[in-house]
């Protein structure tokens, strides 16, 4: 089992800045992609940016050159740095684990970004 906690969510302005974290925990082994979606009210989940153990970070293209993922292996930790944020950012983002040894995704449980003046 692997648990994950997403943190860093909140209301920002538009054009400003966010950074979430999501730290896992457990058997974390055999975890080797890490990422974040989002799910707006009425939209399907939607990948943002995802990082692997090994190779290139992926990112929507709605967000590429203002969102950065990365990782900190030492805290087992992902993060992502929001900017230049703008409404249509504004969605419950949720943290994934892909283990594919066992070809199971594990969720955090979610954390509200509103973007709005």
């Known amino acids: 089992q692997v648990q994950l906690v997403e943190s860093g969510g909140g209301l920002v302005q538009p054009g400003g800045s966010l950074r979430l974290s999501c730290a896992a925990s457990?058997?974390?082994?055999?975890?080797?992609?890490m990422g974040w979606y989002r799910q707006a009210p009425g939209n399907q989940r939607e990948l943002v940016a995802d990082i692997p153990t090994l190779g290139a970070t992926r990112y929507a293209d709605s967000v590429k050159g203002r969102f950065a993922i990365s990782r900190d292996n030492a805290k087992n930790t992902v993060y992502l740095q929001m900017n230049s944020l703008k409404p249509e950012d504004t969605a419950v983002y949720y943290c994934?684990?892909?283990?594919?040894?066992?070809?199971?995704?594990?969720w955090g449980q979610g954390t509200q970004v509103t973007v709005s003046s």
């Open positions: 457990g058997n974390i082994a055999s975890i080797n992609l």
């Open positions: 994934n684990a892909w283990d594919q040894p066992h070809l199971y995704s594990y």
